[in-house]
Structure formats: structure tokens, C-alpha cells
């Protein structure tokens, strides 16, 4: 069964303090791993695809990697802004085309 | 602003009322999708339609019934739903269903069954 699987659950950060946020996945096959960042009340709103190892996505002060097994969401000198529930989905290629979403980082940034 | 606009943004209806919710998008996009979330939960996926027609349907119950009028316009009609279908509402909408395409979503409908 495909699962994805994120961590840490919650992340409280200092302004500027700079950290990781990990999305582990086991899917029979990769057609891409799509990031979300989530406002409370809003939907998610998208902000980067990747499709294969070893590729690497920047916005502003987010970045995003990928390996066979993980992607990582690195921020850099976060403001509080950044705070948010960061969503990782995967699309498989064999599977009926559906997103299947981790549960989510709620990340805190602390002025 | 989202590209996708859902109506309205809340709701409130008896277990009785028959009610719909409205998505609509404007980037041509020919893949609409419904999604379901809880609080702190992940979206869960209900239906999706291509090129106007349904082509997943995730066992959702039949108090939920879905209509796509045409290419930008997404309808999820409700009647006798329970409190626990209570939650957020949310469409989204891709060039295409599947491959690399990301999926962009709407603001929600926030709606509650008393």
C-alpha cells in the first residue's frame, strides 16, 4: 500500500533560525511529489512538483529535494509569515491518478 | 486570490435541507476535483471529473452527488447529510487528470450539519 509519511508532526522556530521538514514515502512508483503550504480556513495552496532523484525546487526562502525514498523541505531564515501546515502528496504511476497526502508539518514561527 | 473560487464560504444546514456547493475556474483546466478535510487532517479525495465526465468516485455516499455543467463549473449537490459530514470543502482543478500536473485548489466551503 502507498504511504506517506511526514515529520516532525509540529515545528516551532525562532525567526531566521533555518531547519528541515521531512515527507518519507513508500509508492509502487513515483509520477511526482507535489509540496503545499496551508493557511488556516484556506485551501492548500501549490508550491513546488517533483519528478525524479535528485532534483531540486527554490521559491524565496523555500527549497525543495527529492531521493528515491524522501523529500525534504529546507526554509531558510523563516519569518513568521512562513508559519503554516506544509502538505506533501504523491501521485503514483500505476494507481488511478489520485493524490495521497501525508498528515502535514504545522510549522511555527516565533518572532 | 485563488484561481479556483468556491461558493459560499460557509455554511450551515439541518440534517433535512438540501443544499450545493459551487467551484468554478477560468484557467481551462479540464480535470475538477472534490476533497473532503477535517481539522488537522490531510485533504481526503471524493471525486474527480475529466473533460466533464466522472471518472473517480471514492465510495462516497450517495447523500453527496456531484455535477460538472461544463468545463469550468463544478457542483457538489448535498441532502440529509449527518454531523459528521461536517468539514471544509474543497475543489481543485489540474490542465489534465494525472502525470505531473499539480492539482490547485480553492478556498473551501466551511460547512457545518446541526
Known amino acids: 500500500e502507498d504511504q506517506v509519511t511526514q515529520s516532525p508532526e509540529a515545528l516551532r522556530l525562532q525567526e531566521g533560525e533555518s531547519s528541515s521538514l521531512n515527507c518519507s514515502y513508500t509508492v509502487s512508483g513515483l509520477r511526482g511529489l507535489f509540496w503545499y503550504r496551508q493557511d488556516p480556513g484556506k485551501g492548500p495552496e501549490f508550491l513546488f512538483t517533483l519528478y525524479s532523484a535528485g532534483e531540486e525546487k527554490e521559491k524565496e526562502r523555500l527549497k525543495a529535494t527529492l531521493t528515491k525514498k524522501e523529500s525534504f523541505l529546507h526554509i531558510t531564515a523563516p519569518k513568521p509569515e512562513d508559519s503554516a501546515t506544509y502538505l506533501c502528496a504523491v501521485r503514483v504511476s500505476f494507481g488511478n491518478e489520485k493524490l495521497t497526502f501525508g498528515t502535514g508539518t504545522r510549522l511555527t514561527i516565533i518572532p | 486570490d485563488t484561481e479556483v473560487t468556491q461558493t459560499p464560504k460557509h455554511l450551515v444546514m439541518g440534517m433535512t435541507n438540501k443544499k450545493s456547493l459551487k467551484c468554478e475556474q477560468h484557467m481551462g483546466h479540464r480535470a475538477m476535483y472534490w476533497y473532503k478535510q477535517k481539522a488537522k487532517k490531510p485533504p481526503e479525495l471524493m471525486f474527480v471529473?475529466?473533460?466533464?465526465?466522472?471518472?473517480i468516485n471514492e465510495s462516497v455516499p450517495s447523500r453527496f452527488s456531484p455535477e460538472c455543467p461544463n468545463s469550468s463549473l463544478l457542483n457538489l449537490h448535498l441532502h440529509a447529510l449527518q454531523p459528521e459530514d461536517s468539514a471544509l470543502y474543497l475543489c481543485?482543478?489540474?490542465?489534465?487528470?494525472?502525470?505531473?500536473?499539480?492539482?490547485?485548489f480553492g478556498d473551501g466551503t466551511r460547512l457545518s450539519i446541526l
Open positions: 471529473y475529466s473533460y466533464e465526465k466522472l471518472s
Open positions: 481543485a482543478s489540474s490542465p489534465t487528470m494525472g502525470g505531473h500536473q499539480p492539482q490547485h
